[in-house]
Nanobody, 116 residues
């Protein structure tokens, strides 16, 4: 059973940075893509950033230029570097991995709160 474990969330002020980590229980290159979703209170879960097995990176328009997704193969870890944080970035951030388009795996989530 695939396990994804997030860490790195917390409470920060507007303009500060955080780095989220997602450790996978198996080789991250077994997945077609890994990424980060977030869910704000009362809103649907949305994709923030994704990196596919070939290294292509995609970002939501709201985080382009501020967030960066990258990975470390030897430690089976995917990171989300979040800079210039805004209050609207507040939410629970979930690590996600997928195999093709029909097998999805989720972490337990980590809370990010950005105060104004």
């Amino acid at each position: 059973q695939v396990q994804l474990m997030e860490s790195g969330g917390g409470l920060v002020q507007t303009g500060e940075s955080l780095r989220l980590s997602c450790g996978a229980s198996e080789n991250i290159f077994n997945f077609n893509a890994m990424g980060w979703f977030r869910q704000a209170p009362g809103k649907e879960r949305e994709l923030v950033a994704e990196i596919n097995v070939g290294g292509r990176k995609d970002y939501s328009d709201s985080v382009k230029g501020r967030f960066s997704i990258f990975r470390d193969g030897p430690t089976n870890t995917v990171y989300l570097q979040m800079n210039s944080l805004k209050p609207e970035d507040t939410g629970v951030y979930y690590c996600h991995a997928r195999i093709l388009r029909d097998r999805h795996y989720w972490g337990q989530g980590t809370q990010v709160t950005v105060s104004s």
